[in-house]
């Protein structure tokens, strides 16, 4: 019961969010031509093209398997770090070429990630969140101060942390803790933040507030979301692009594509009729 | 059935662990029985002397510099290395070759060691028999540990924290030394308390470097007798038992300082993380 009103009242807010953001700008933020990526012999994606529009929230849906996280990998490199991958075609980010200007720094600061696990150090709260910052060679304690209470304060975590941001961060709750992850993407000052399932491993509540503070981001951030929760990304996104075998199906404005699915393969996916 | 199948392995492991303890009673409390009488002040602080009765003062001294000496230069070395294997190196046949020379290192009777080192060290490098050459010997010989054990540690670090840090724009240098060596920094230690255990226990290859002077060293370059060559002296020569448990004693409250540094130095380092 008390699920059911949080809920609805959740997806209000959630939906009020995303009305006073529909006038997104329409500019292209990341785009995706022709792009494929090999494992070793084994292909994962097959010749992706999309746009990403700026400052809209981008829903990768599909079955396990199908190359969500390896796509979204690509788009700040972490793919690098597997040996025997190899990328062919172009991401380019502002109209930047991502794997032609190798400063593989430069784009990870521009693009920060959440994981599906919440990963924080085994550090304070404050440490984890001014990680990145002091990565970049910040060191005046009183910048770090603001960039970490903004970042708190901006992953809606705050108040719930302040009187304990010396105590290790691995002593919260699971929902708490990727909250934190959230504020530590968000203390690189990014311009794009991309997620991987990041409430699959939270309860029903933290999921919520995770969800609402989606919404309450995109006013700054683009943001591109895995999910395996088809109504998270029906009550997140703007756009939803249905992966299937490395390949995408389906790409529109999530209105469309949870209402009128031109091809039967995103229907059947979304309806729960597949596999 | 399954409950009685249960309580007959707990019986045993139980029965296990009482006889591992029961022996490391019977021999540490053996050893203080015979020794303990010994122990004084003049004892651990007073001169050799040969005719009997004198103190074991230039042992501890030779066994600690020993011991420092060649951490000092197995620690860094040991940890460049393990490091260099499990995060740069390209995991190819070379690197397979390396990891199983070095295992194969830690297998060989130290004897080996000593007699290479009095070869090599002693003799092609001239540095005589001296507190250095087995110093050094010490080096080869627990290295292998090192390296083996900070690669395991290095191994045990969760890729989460990798990828976190590298997603956070930090550079591969960055996360190795803000969030890898940390968290393996208790394994670290673990395979340096397990060098000092093994460079105290080391004779052989400490005789064959050191020789057995029993003065207090003047310099690393003097020859010198460690306290365990010299328990072995004693024991085979003299046959004073008495003597020998005595340096035991004393051998064994050393590692126990020495393995509480570690950890202490281990709590600090961790401390400096928050
Ligand atoms: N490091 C890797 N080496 C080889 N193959 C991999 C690697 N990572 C993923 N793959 C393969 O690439 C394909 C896509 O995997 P990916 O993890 O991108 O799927 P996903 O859509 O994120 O799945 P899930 O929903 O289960 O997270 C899978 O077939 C997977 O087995
Ligand atoms: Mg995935």
Wanted: net charge neutral; charged share 20%; proline share 3%.
């Amino acid at each position: 019961m008390v699920m059911t009103t949080l809920l609805s009242k959740h997806n209000k807010k959630v939906k009020e969010d995303l009305q006073q953001m529909t006038e997104s700008n329409g500019k292209t933020k990341i785009s995706v031509r022709d792009l494929n990526l090999f494992y070793g012999e084994k292909q994962a994606l097959y010749s992706l093209s999309l746009d990403i529009q700026e400052k809209e929230v981008t829903a990768l849906i599909g079955p396990s398997g199908c190359g969500k996280s390896t796509f979204l990998r690509t788009l700040n490199r972490m793919n690098d770090l597997i040996d025997g991958v190899n990328i062919t075609g172009d991401i380019t980010i502002d109209n930047e070429n991502i794997y032609q200007s190798t400063d593989v720094i430069k784009l990870r600061t521009k693009v920060g990630m959440v994981f599906q696990k919440a990963n924080l150090f085994p550090m304070s709260i404050y440490d984890n969140v001014a990680y990145g910052p002091r990565g970049q060679g910040i060191k005046s304690k009183k910048e770090l101060d603001k960039i970490v209470e903004e970042s708190l304060r901006g992953a809606a975590i705050w108040d719930e942390v302040k009187d304990r941001l010396k105590t290790s961060a691995l002593g919260l709750s699971g929902g708490q803790q990727q909250r934190i992850c959230i504020a530590r993407a968000i203390a690189m000052k990014p311009e794009i933040i991309l997620m991987d399932e990041p409430t699959s491993a939270l309860d029903p509540i933290s999921t919520l507030k995770v969800e609402e503070l989606i919404a309450d981001m995109k006013k700054d951030y683009t943001i591109v979301i895995v999910t395996h929760n088809m109504q998270q990304a029906a009550r997140v996104s703007d756009k939803t692009a249905f992966f299937l075998n490395g390949e995408v199906v389906e790409f529109d404005t999530t209105d469309k594509i949870f209402s009128v699915p031109k091809d039967q393969r995103t229907e059947d996916y979304i309806t729960g009729r597949f596999g | 059935m399954r409950s009685f199948k249960d309580n007959v392995l707990r019986g045993l492991l139980w029965l296990a662990a009482l006889l591992t303890i029961a022996i490391l009673v019977t021999i540490v409390g053996y050893i203080f029985y015979k020794g303990i009488g010994l122990i004084s002040f003049d004892f651990i602080f007073g001169d050799y002397s040969p005719t009997g009765g004198g103190g074991i003062w230039p042992m501890i001294v030779t066994t600690i510099y020993t011991i420092v000496i060649s951490l000092v230069i197995a620690t860094p070395i040991g940890i460049l290395a393990a490091v260099y294997l499990q995060e740069y190196a390209k995991q190819g046949r070379l690197v397979r070759m390396i990891r199983f020379a070095t295992e194969s290192l830690t297998g060989i009777p130290s004897i080996i060691y000593g007699l290479f080192g009095a070869v090599f060290f002693v003799t092609t490098l001239k540095l005589g028999m001296s507190i250095i050459a087995a110093s050094l010997t010490l080096t080869i010989i627990i290295l292998p540990v090192i390296i083996r054990t900070t690669e395991e540690s290095l191994k045990t670090v969760p890729r989460s924290y990798r990828e976190g840090s590298l997603a956070l724009g930090n550079t591969k240098l960055q996360t190795l030394y803000k969030v890898i060596l940390p968290s393996a920094m208790p394994g670290i230690l673990a395979g340096i308390i397990l060098s000092i255990g093994r460079i105290v226990g080391e004779s052989a290859a400490i005789f064959l470097t050191a020789g057995t002077v029993a003065a207090l060293p003047e310099s690393i370059f003097s020859s010198a007798r460690t306290l365990t060559v010299h328990s072995y002296l004693v024991t085979q020569e003299a046959g004073d038992i008495e003597l020998a448990a005595a340096i035991g004693i004393v051998l064994i409250v050393i590692i126990l300082i020495l393995n509480l540094l570690a950890t202490l130095l281990s709590k600090i380092l961790n401390k400096a993380d928050y």
